[in-house]
């Protein structure tokens, strides 16, 4: 396929780099510059769109998202699918999809887990959102830059999907972070709690698989220093978003509010530039 990839950071360059390696035609922009080696560079996000059968962003947020959406979507060759894997809030996931509707083009919201490292390998998890059509076009895609694809629903269902995701596990991060604080100091050792726990009713992917303890469980962020990983600041972006959208709908998310708060302490404290598990220091 002939494919137009915009915003090539930590994210989109590798993704990018797989479907070069998988045989497709990549032609990329980034307003940084960026230049990737066989991808072609082009002078600007509509160049890199036109005449594309498939058009690709990974941006920072849903207003740079909507900018880039108006610039790219007259650009757009009949036939063509617009996939946005950007973390954004679910308006401006919809206003990208109504914009992309209005010139008669197939869109999909598949926002992605997996981090950086899941970029590189290629074994990314996209939560999808838009038409059962848009969907099975992007899908060979999904196949080369990750591992699983869900369609979750009509449009903006990807991002719903993935801010749930990330407010559950922001909340279970502090909640583990919680346990082990006060494990300590209750004089109990934070491997015993993790060989209760692990196979307990409080476990969970924050303690089994990413225990904010250093030398307790798999390798994780903890024992490199908290180097991330997934960044506290990002984190604090999709619980924003969480609440963002609760308040869209009126809908309760105490605990998704609460986490927001800490998260927001933490990030403009000590947390900046370190993973999320590092929240533990904070607590302890
Ligand atoms: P990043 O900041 O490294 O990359 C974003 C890129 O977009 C930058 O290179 C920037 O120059 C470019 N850009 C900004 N405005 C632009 C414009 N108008 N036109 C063209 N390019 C533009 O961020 P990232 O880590 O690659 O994340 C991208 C998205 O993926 C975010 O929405 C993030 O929330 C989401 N995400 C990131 C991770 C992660 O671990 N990094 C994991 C899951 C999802």
Redesign the pocket.
């Known amino acids: 396929m002939k494919i137009g990839f915009?915003?090539?950071?930590?994210?989109?360059a590798p993704m990018a780099a797989n479907l070069i390696k998988a045989g497709h035609q990549v032609t990329g922009?980034?307003?940084?510059g960026?230049t990737l080696e066989g991808v072609a560079t082009a002078a600007s996000?509509a160049e890199a769109a036109r005449g594309q059968d498939a058009v690709i962003t990974?941006?920072?947020?849903g207003e740079?998202l909507r900018?880039?959406y108006a610039e790219i979507v007259p650009a757009g060759a009949q036939g063509a699918v617009f996939i946005d894997?950007?973390?954004?809030d679910v308006d401006s996931a919809k206003a990208a999809h109504d914009m992309a509707a209005a010139q008669g083009l197939l869109s999909v919201d598949a926002?992605?887990?997996g981090?950086?490292g899941g970029a590189s390998a290629g074994t990314l998890t996209f939560m999808a959102g838009g038409s059962d059509a848009a969907f099975s076009r992007a899908a060979p895609l999904f196949e080369i830059m990750g591992r699983k694809a869900v369609h979750c629903g009509a449009a903006g269902a990807g991002q719903s999907a993935k801010i749930c995701n990330n407010m559950l596990l922001g909340i279970s991060m502090i909640g583990t972070c919680e346990a082990f604080a006060l494990a300590e100091k209750l004089g109990l050792s934070a491997q015993s709690l993790f060989d209760v726990v692990s196979t307990s009713s409080g476990s969970c992917w924050s303690v089994n698989t990413y225990c904010p303890v250093p030398g307790v469980g798999p390798q994780s962020p903890a024992d490199n220093g908290y180097k991330p990983g997934?960044a506290a600041e990002?984190m604090l972006?999709d619980l924003k978003l969480s609440q963002q959208a609760a308040d869209s709908v009126s809908a309760m998310t105490p605990m998704g509010a609460r986490a927001t708060e800490l998260y927001a302490e933490f990030v403009a404290g000590q947390g900046k530039g370190r993973d999320f598990s590092a929240m533990i220091e904070k607590l302890k």
Request: charged letters at 5%; proline letters at 6%.
């Open positions: 915009i915003g090539l950071g930590n994210m989109g922009f980034d307003v940084a960026v996000a990974m941006l920072p947020n740079i900018t880039v894997c950007s973390t954004v926002p992605v887990s981090g950086v997934f990002l972006k």
